[in-house]
């Protein structure tokens, strides 16, 4: 019997098994446009479901892909995965899991660091199906107050160094003249510390002019950021009959302290420098820095 019970069976079972399959079946969406974190900042990184099924029972990955075989974040038959984890998430990563039975997979990041950005995927594996998206994450920092300091007689004039720290992205230094004219300056010397952020350093030999007013700028166009500091030199210390017999440091975090701060700082190094001669006139041990 070509129509008997077995062939309905069969029937009914497909079916059952096409329909299991349509509905096994999701999409995984997320921003269109790159998430912009400033640095600190708590973030949410949207990623859920159509439709709107449950995540229960089903594995999230949260991965950053400038890592392999590390992830953001996991979640595998109702628990959290540690292993394998990116060091430098932990403790800053979490689901909300009262949205995870309606599809919901948005991650939160907290206290965001340089090293967090990068391109970011959401995936989302069930038994018979998985999908994903991307994500673009940018991370900015404004960094310091550029802090100069004088480091001497250098080559014929004076060598001046600036620094500023805690950047991202990487920003310019440049060393400008009173008329905003960029000075030729020393390479910069760049640094990325373990969270992510630059800091920047860069020397400079200045000669004595009418002014002796300097600008360090330090700018990062993409975020469209910048910050400054201006010294004034005074001529004094241009003199080259005056003995360098050390080097000393004095440094400003403001241009507007400088004006107040250097009288201070040029009575206070000539005290010194009357201390340290006589100082070496009786041990004659001090080094020449100079
Ligand atoms: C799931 O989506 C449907 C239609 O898109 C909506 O009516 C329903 O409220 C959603 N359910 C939850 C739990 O968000
Ligand atoms: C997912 O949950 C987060 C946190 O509650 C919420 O901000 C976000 O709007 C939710 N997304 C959707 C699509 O429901």
């Keep these: 019997m070509a129509t008997g019970p077995d062939c309905q069976y069969v029937t009914l079972l497909i079916l059952l098994h096409s329909l299991t399959s349509e509905s096994a079946k999701f999409d995984v969406l997320g921003p269109t446009e790159p998430i912009v974190a400033v ?17 229960e029972d089903m594995t999230v990955d949260w991965l950053n892909l400038d890592f392999i075989d590390e992830h953001v974040y996991r979640y595998q038959n109702g628990r959290i995965i540690q292993e394998d984890q990116i060091p430098s998430y932990k403790g800053r990563t979490s689901l909300f899991k ?61 060598g001046l160094v600036c620094q500023s720290e805690g950047w ?49 700028r330090v700018q990062q166009r993409r975020i469209n950021e910048e910050v400054e500091t201006e010294v004034h030199i005074p001529s ?12 000393f440091i ?5 241009g507007v302290i400088t004006v107040i701060g250097l009288p201070l700082a040029v009575y206070w190094i000539h005290k010194k420098k009357a201390y340290l001669w006589t100082r070496n006139d009786r041990t004659d041990d001090l080094p020449d820095l100079g």
């Design 39 to 55: 640095t600190g900042d708590d973030i949410i990184l949207p990623c859920y479901l159509k439709p709107n099924i449950s995540v």
């Design 98 to 158: 009262e949205e995870l039975w309606r599809g919901n997979t948005s991650l939160k990041l907290t206290r965001v660091q340089g090293t967090d950005e990068g391109l970011y995927e959401c995936l989302i594996k069930s038994q018979r199906w998985y999908e994903y998206v991307q994500i673009q994450v940018h991370v900015k920092a404004v960094g310091s107050r550029p802090v100069v300091s004088i480091e001497g007689h250098r080559e014929g004039g004076m």
């Design 168 to 216: 991202h992205p990487e920003p310019d230094l440049v060393w400008l003249d009173s008329k905003g004219v960029s000075l030729s300056a020393g390479p910069p010397e760049t640094h990325r510390d373990i969270k992510g952020f630059y800091t920047v350093k860069k020397h400079v030999i200045v000669q004595e002019t009418d002014t002796n007013l300097f600008t360090c």
């Design 236 to 247: 004094e210390l241009f003199d080259y009959t005056t003995p360098w017999r050390w080097s």
């Design 250 to 254: 004095v440094s400003w975090s403001l």
